[in-house]
């Protein structure tokens, strides 16, 4: 059966993003590198929403690195009810429901799926109950004052169960977790 991860970069406050930060929170180094390249290179399916699939789109070209020309060839699905057409060759637009079109690609698809930011879907897919694999990357920033959006706020209570865990670039947490059920305290 098809496998759905979820990727949330996240600041040691839970923070999606600051104001003033910039990518990777500032603290790219090789092992993160690496570690984006591999689970990029792993056959997958891309799933991601409007507003990520814009930013990413509208990006300027002096940063579409080789990275980023990965990106637009791999196969992904942009969910959105408002755009008519996606640029990318390997990007195939989708008007349907998001819960409904994942939980047939895990029944029918071909290969794994992982969220490219879209935190919307992957509260929405953690909410159905359709997450596989959480891999959660804490950097080693507090942003009390500028942080933006709190991750994983909305979803709900969940149980995890920790499959893996190590350390990229001697500071950024790497933690890979499988929803567990309910909390311990819920029943």
């Known amino acids: 059966m098809v496998e759905l991860s979820i990727d949330v970069f996240v600041s040691v406050d839970g923070y999606a993003f600051g104001s003033r930060s910039p990518g990777y929170f500032g603290f790219y180094g090789p092992d993160l590198e690496k570690w984006i390249n591999?689970?990029?290179?792993?056959?997958?399916?891309?799933?991601?929403?409007?507003?990520?699939?814009?930013?990413?789109?509208?990006?300027?070209?002096?940063?579409?690195?080789?990275?980023?020309?990965?990106?637009?060839?791999?196969?992904?699905?942009?969910?959105?009810?408002?755009?008519?057409?996606?640029?990318?060759?390997?990007?195939?637009?989708?008007?349907?429901d998001a819960i409904d079109e994942v939980r047939n690609l895990k029944q029918t698809g071909d290969e794994d799926t992982r969220t490219i930011g879209s935190l919307s879907l992957a509260r929405q897919f953690l909410d159905a109950g359709l997450v596989d694999h959480l891999r959660l990357l804490v950097f080693p920033v507090v942003l009390g004052q500028s942080g933006q959006q709190p991750a994983l706020?909305?979803?709900?209570?969940?149980?995890l169960e920790l499959v893996d865990h190590r350390i990229l670039d001697g500071r950024i947490a790497c933690y890979d977790y499988r929803p567990a059920g309910p909390p311990p305290y819920s029943s």
């Open 153 to 159: 706020a909305g979803t709900p209570d969940l149980a």
């Open 38 to 96: 591999e689970h990029a290179d792993r056959p997958h399916r891309a799933l991601m929403g409007r507003r990520t699939y814009t930013a990413l789109n509208e990006l300027p070209d002096e940063v579409r690195d080789a990275g980023w020309h990965r990106m637009v060839t791999t196969p992904t699905i942009v969910f959105s009810r408002t755009l008519t057409s996606v640029d990318w060759p390997g990007a195939t637009l989708c008007a349907n």
